[in-house]
């Protein structure tokens, strides 16, 4: 029996013709991967079905179990987690997740789930996603990688017969998707029909069926033995005529970041346990652990964001935090890209807007530039071939688009050190490749230093040569990196 059918279904968005004329049916038992270049069209389909937007059909219907034990709807749970504080504000800044009176007016996880010790679904959920040691926290001190786990666990609690999931493994450690793959396919045997937007480099063993919306506007559906991923096209070499290199860096500094028993608590926990660390000029470093293991704090310290730095003994460019450097002083000579920037930032900027805002360090555009200036920003949109969105607002462009937008800011005023935390989020498998070669082309042989975050090995550039392993807050001796 099919639960969901679609005859002459058209779908536009800002004007955009997304789907035209498409045909598609799901059957009752099919599971979905929902593929594609970022930019398709897949998390408007998703919204469409879910009835967040509108979409012309000749036959829109769904054919849901009456009086069963799932839910007789779509449910569609979003790349992004926003939630408001007590005081009804959704608003925040992205230094707000470190003060501790900002933390007083956020709910906590225990409150935001109704938390019950004798709820056994949930009970078995915070254990399937590591969470239970973080109920009492509150929702902005949850790192990206906590948050994502939050916001599925208030999906999958009581789960519906339909469930779109957009990209649910952003921000999960290895072992934390494994174990949602894993509860995954013990929903699907229980028969929720899954539709996961996800890219195609790792499909769960549970999903039947991928689906994709083709160049000619048209949904295509195969079965998994059937599918072809796309191949990856390489950009750097498509555009070896218009490379750029970065420029020598001005400033030379023989330690970037040098750090010496540092210990940041929030109440009674250890966020990080006497941590010390030295990265010298032109190093590339990998920082990972699980979920909480401290890497956002860390970064947090080293970015001019946490208030704890100056209670610490910490060294950046070979001048000691708290010795009378601004923070405009620190992010002048930091590139950072990280999700909580991404979900934090201002989206009615043009897209040219949001890669000029990176010379100043400002989450929008609030100064005059130069010609040069644009120049540059020009160059690299023409570098990664994003130039037809120049002049489009950000919100109007896909994750996918927004995220390497980002990633350009960092770029743009060539900085001595790059934090990329998690850069490849929100980045189709074929951006992901390319963007991976970009910082080889541009970084094996520079003298600029590199922070990299990434819990999946083939997001991980070949340049990086060093490793940090964070567990529980506290540094532990790091497996070789794979090359």
């Not at 494994?178 to 013990?186: E, R, V």
């Not at 998994?224 to 490379?243: I, W």
């Not at 070669?437 to 922070?451: C, M």
């Amino acid at each position: 029996m099919k639960i969901l059918e679609l005859e002459d279904f058209n779908l536009e968005r800002q004007g955009k013709a997304i789907i035209r004329h498409g045909e598609l049916a799901i059957a009752r038992g099919e599971q979905i991967l929902l593929s594609g270049a970022s930019g398709s069209g897949k998390t408007s389909l998703g919204m469409a079905l879910a009835g967040q937007l509108f979409a012309k059909a000749l036959k829109f219907q769904f054919n849901f179990v009456v009086n069963g034990d799932l839910l007789p709807k779509v449910s569609l749970v979003s790349q992004f987690f926003y939630f408001k504080d007590k005081t009804g504000l959704s608003d925040f800044y992205y230094q707000q997740r470190y003060n501790s009176y900002d933390s007083e007016h956020a709910a906590t996880v225990r409150e935001t789930l109704d938390y019950v010790s004798d709820d056994q679904k949930l009970n078995e959920l915070l254990g399937v996603l590591n969470l239970v040691e973080r109920l009492d926290a509150p929702l902005i001190q949850l790192s990206s990688g906590e948050r994502k786990k939050l916001q599925l666990i208030l999906a999958l609690r009581t789960p519906s017969q339909i469930m779109i999931l957009d990209n649910p493994y952003i921000g999960l450690d290895v072992h934390s998707r494994d174990n949602l793959i894993a509860y995954l396919t013990k929903l699907a045997c229980a028969g929720v029909t899954f539709i996961i937007i996800d890219d195609d480099i790792q499909i769960p063993s549970f999903i039947t069926h991928v689906i994709w919306i083709d160049a000619t506007l048209e949904i295509q559906k195969v079965c998994r033995e059937d599918y072809v991923s796309l191949p990856v096209v390489n950009l750097s070499q498509a555009l070896q005529v218009n490379k750029l290199e970065l420029a020598p860096l001005v400033d030379s500094y023989a330690e970037i970041v040098k750090l010496e028993q540092v210990t940041i608590k929030y109440g009674a926990r250890l966020a990080l346990n006497k941590i010390d660390w030295l990265v010298l000029a032109g190093q590339k470093w990998l920082v990972s652990g699980q979920n909480g293991a401290g890497k956002s704090t860390l970064l947090s310290l080293i970015n001019g964001d946490h208030p704890q730095a100056y209670a610490n003994e910490i060294y950046l460019f070979e001048r000691k935090r708290g010795s009378g450097e601004s923070i405009w002083d620190i992010k002048q000579k930091i590139g950072f890209v990280s999700p909580e920037l991404h979900w934090n930032f201002d989206t009615s900027m043009t897209c040219l807007e949001t890669i000029l805002s990176g010379y100043f360090d400002t989450p929008g555009l609030y100064h005059k530039t130069t010609s040069q200036q644009q120049q540059v920003a020009h160059d690299w949109l023409m570098r990664l071939e994003l130039t037809e969105y120049a002049a489009q607002r950000l919100a109007l462009v896909s994750n996918g688009i927004q995220r390497m937008l980002l990633l350009l800011r960092a770029l743009i005023k060539n900085p001595p050190l790059f934090i990329l935390d998690e850069p490849c989020q929100g980045l189709d498998d074929r951006q992901t490749a390319n963007f991976v070669r970009l910082v080889d082309d541009l970084f094996a042989d520079s003298q600029h230093t590199i922070i990299y975050v990434s819990h999946r090995a083939d997001q991980i550039p070949a340049c990086i040569s060093h490793r940090l392993c964070l567990e529980h807050g506290e540094s532990i001796p790091c497996a070789a990196l794979e090359k």
